[in-house]
């Protein structure tokens, strides 16, 4: 079953961190641009950052510093270490795996930051 499963979210307090995982399976994510995004409730998704095959990464300025994507392409694993967390980072952030024939999302998992 070709699918990506976000697991690691939950309630922490403002200045705590939380690391994502997002497991791919059905696909290898090896030469993909593996990417997270976050949905706040009543927002639009919104993208938060990337890594690409070759392991550069971008990131929105509202989580620059604070937040780290990384991969582990033989795991088929990628990750976001979110550290400095704040009230307005809560959210559901979703995993997103990109190739030349598919764009591939997981059900997302919820992150609330407490003030």
């Known amino acids: 079953q070709v699918q990506l499963v976000e697991s690691g979210g939950g309630l922490v307090q403002a200045g705590g961190s939380l690391t994502l995982s997002c497991a791919a399976s059905?696909?290898?994510?090896?030469?993909?641009?593996m990417g997270w995004y976050r949905q706040a409730p009543g927002k639009q998704r919104e993208w938060v950052t990337t890594?690409?095959?070759?392991?550069?990464?971008y990131y929105a300025d509202s989580v620059k510093g604070r937040f780290t994507i990384s991969r582990d392409n033989a795991k088929n694993m990628a990750y976001l270490r979110m550290n400095s967390l704040k009230p307005e980072d809560t959210a559901v952030y979703y995993c997103?795996?990109?190739?030349?024939?598919?764009?591939?999302w997981g059900q997302g998992t919820q992150v609330a930051v407490s003030s």
């Open positions: 890594i690409t095959s070759g392991g550069r990464t």
């Open positions: 997103n795996s990109i190739s030349a024939s598919y764009n591939l």
């Open positions: 059905g696909i290898s994510i090896s030469i993909n641009t």
